[in-house]
């Protein structure tokens, strides 16, 4: 790394002691001083442009603006209903949307500290909402949800190697087109078309112009020009130095509140009583009585002590590069599918690998893992008192582990023992505090052929190994998901690893409830199908109009049963980890619509009811089609619980494998049956 890499580093170092961080994104109360200056925006009509979309800005507020459940899992379903409105409203008004996403995080982890006070915060919300409180926790699955929207809508999206802010400032200049984002960097950045607050897009109250009929949504761009012009015409270079000065997602130096203290700052006259807006007012001011940032820099120098000025200086100048635009030409990308990041070229990561990334067909997630062997485990609302629901996955995070750690120098480097370096460390609440822990990679199984599964020839290996690597780290075979149409063998593949892994056990209502809508996503996928190759009968549909009254009735108001939450919870951490080995192993099972899989407010309702009621089980029994589905999925869960199977796994001794089938069979011995051979050619579409 060069001298400019280590700089960054040392900024984590230098955040104050105790300094609590906000939540929001970008320079520490901006966004709301701007919104309070009219005089920074002008009025838009959009309607026939392009564009560039900060990605996932866009889902995290879309969820949260819409009044969706954060407490039971969250509700995907209604989620992606709203992400569909939304692009179908920018196609009526002829916008033409490119959206970027972040990637992992950058390869020297300047933002390591602002991540896990975040994830702190997160943490805490998270304990609120799990006791009745308030707060905001994004589900698990969301981004995931998001990105398949983007792909069954065809809505062009890349999604960068680390974050993606300087990636869309150089794609909105290319294209001459507006960034709608609620980032305020995007105040700082030099954008030739200016930037739309999300807040300020009013995407839900399209209009008609009066001399023509055509579609508009009505806008706020703020305009760069006009908020130096407030200052006295100030230097657009200066900004980036503002934001350094101010504290950013990055910076945050000791050594900047001591120049607060010492210098007087021009505010003027102003009717602002917060400090933080105070201050902004005056650095500004006194910022645009420069030339430029190496006369500014000089001057804030002059307040500091003699030992720390040519270091602080450094810091100053290699933090302001963040606000440059990227080097990244994402326009070739949508035109060519071309994708070189610069930090990637340092790296020699596999050229599969890098062209997965951008396509988003390997998670962040995986990212972090590969470049940086450190990953955090996303917060969720279940009981705090018991371990992170994270912890029943372990076991197919290790084997993720294990394929990114192979040597990009050996083609052939053994698997079946980890080397003693291959540990990677994760950072996940322990109740409420976050902690980070080491975790091995995973040895291979005995019976695969290690050479095989070097990381730079994954995509290589045979499919059929590839899927026996999946399964078997989810300790199943293909003929016990014989019975499920294809589209939900890796979702029953999980639920039969988070039968044997849950920590409370699981109980015959939490089966019942998950594979009921596993049941009703597959009714709707029928219903609403436009091939009409896609069966579907009359009697579909009546049932599926009585699940949605049913849905739409209002359920007792009760509080959260925390050990069901933890118990769904754990089912999704193992399913997010089960879909991202599968996208990582190159999709061996076809991918789940996971919008459909699981809704947080019905899964939980439906738990609930099952306890004394069976209207749902009866509803569905109107539907051969549909009730046969269900008997099908719940009969894979109960005979891979068999002795048969069982017996099979190596993993765990006779007699623990005896009782745990002692008490599973107890526990699911009322599952239904069906008088139809289940094993005869499936009615449902695959």
């Known amino acids: 790394m060069g001298w400019c890499s280590l700089l960054v580093l040392e900024v984590g170092c230098l955040r104050m002691p105790g300094a609590s961080q906000p939540t929001s994104m970008g320079i520490h109360g901006l966004m709301s001083y701007v919104g309070e200056h009219k005089e920074f925006f002008v009025d838009l009509q959009l309607r026939n442009t392009k564009i560039i979309i900060d990605g996932s800005n866009l889902f995290h507020r879309l969820y949260f603006d819409s009044d969706l459940d954060m407490r039971r899992g969250g509700d995907y379903d209604s989620f992606t209903d709203i992400v569909h409105k939304f692009f179908e409203t920018l196609a009526l008004c002829n916008i033409q949307p490119y959206v970027v996403l972040d990637g992992g995080r950058d390869m020297w982890d300047k933002k390591l500290t602002t991540i896990k006070e975040r994830m702190q915060d997160k943490i805490r919300s998270a304990y609120s909402l799990s006791r009745g409180g308030g707060g905001s926790v994004l589900p698990l699955l969301t981004r995931d949800v998001f990105k398949q929207s983007l792909i069954q809508l065809q809505v062009p999206f890349v999604q960068c190697f680390s974050e993606a802010d300087r990636s869309i400032v150089s794609l909105a200049n290319q294209l001459n087109c507006p960034v709608l984002t609620t980032d305020s960097d995007f105040c700082i950045f030099d954008l030739s ?217 050996s083609l052939s480097a053994s698997l079946s023992e980890p080397p003693v370096s291959s540990i990677f460390h994760e950072s996940d609440r322990t109740q409420v505090v976050l902690k980070t822990s080491p975790v091995h990679a995973a040895a291979l199984p ?128 193992c399913l997010q980890m089960g879909y991202y080995l599968n996208e990582l192993l190159c999709t061996p099972l076809p991918e789940p619509d996971l919008s459909r899989l699981y809704t947080g407010t019905v899964v939980h309702r439906l738990c609930q009811d099952l306890k004394t009621s069976s209207i749902v089980e009866n509803l569905l029994s109107t539907s051969p089609r549909m009730y046969q589905l269900y008997c099908n999925l719940v009969h894979v869960v109960k005979d891979y619980l068999s002795p048969d199977v069982v017996q099979k796994k190596k993993s765990r001794s006779k007699k623990k494998a005896h009782q745990a089938l002692k008490k599973k069979d107890a526990t699911l011995e009322a599952l239904p049956s069906c008088s139809i051979n289940r094993f005869a050619p499936f009615m449902v579409e695959d």
């Not at 485990?377 to 750690?405: C, G, W």
Request: hydrophobic share 40%; charged share 20%.
């Open 193 to 409: 078309a200016g930037y739309c607050p999300l807040n300020y897009f009013q995407w839900r109250n399209i209009c008609t112009g009066k001399d023509s009929k055509d579609c508009y949504i009505p806008a706020r761009c703020f305009l760069l020009e006009r908020f130096c012009r407030h200052f006295s015409n100030m230097n657009k270079t200066l900004l980036p130095l503002f934001a350094v000065v101010n504290g950013n997602d990055y910076i945050s130096l000791p050594a900047m509140e001591r120049f607060f203290s010492k210098v007087r700052l021009p505010v003027g006259r102003s009717s602002l009583t917060g400090r933080k807006q105070v201050r902004i007012q005056g650095l500004l001011n006194w910022l645009s009585h420069f030339a430029d940032p190496a006369e500014a820099v000089d001057n804030i120098l002059q307040y500091l002590q003699m030992h720390e000025k040519e270091k602080v200086r450094q810091i100053l100048c290699s933090a302001m590069e963040e606000y440059e635009p990227s080097k990244v030409n994402l326009e070739d990308f949508f035109l060519n599918g071309v994708y070189e990041p610069e930090e990637a070229k340092k790296l020699e990561l596999p050229q599969w690998i890098l062209t997965a990334l951008a396509k988003g067909l390997l998670a962040p997630f995986v990212s972090d893992a590969l470049v940086l062997k450190r990953t955090f485990l996303h917060v969720q609302v279940e009981n705090m008192q018991r371990h992170s629901a994270h912890a029943t996955a372990l076991p197919i995070r290790q084997t993720i582990y294990r394929l990114l750690n192979t040597p990009q120098n």
């Open 446 to 573: 005995q019976n695969m052929c290690s050479d095989q599964y070097s990381l730079s020839t994954l995509n290589e290996v045979p499919f059929a190994d590839r899927r026996t690597l999946l399964l078997e780290t989810l300790e199943v075979t293909a003929s016990v998901l014989e019975p499920a149409p294809s589209l939900l063998w890796l979702p029953i593949a999980v639920t039969c690893y988070w039968t044997r892994h849950s920590e409370p056990k699981v109980k015959l209502q939490h089966v019942k409830a998950l594979l009921l809508g596993f049941v009703f996503g597959e009714l709707h996928r029928t219903v609403h199908s436009p091939d009409p190759e896609v069966p579907t009968s009359e009697v579909d549909a009546i049932v599926y109009d009585q699940f949605l009254k049913w849905k739409s009735q209002k359920s007792p108001t009760q509080g959260l049963e925390l050990d069901t939450a933890h118990i769904f919870c754990q089912w999704q951490c």
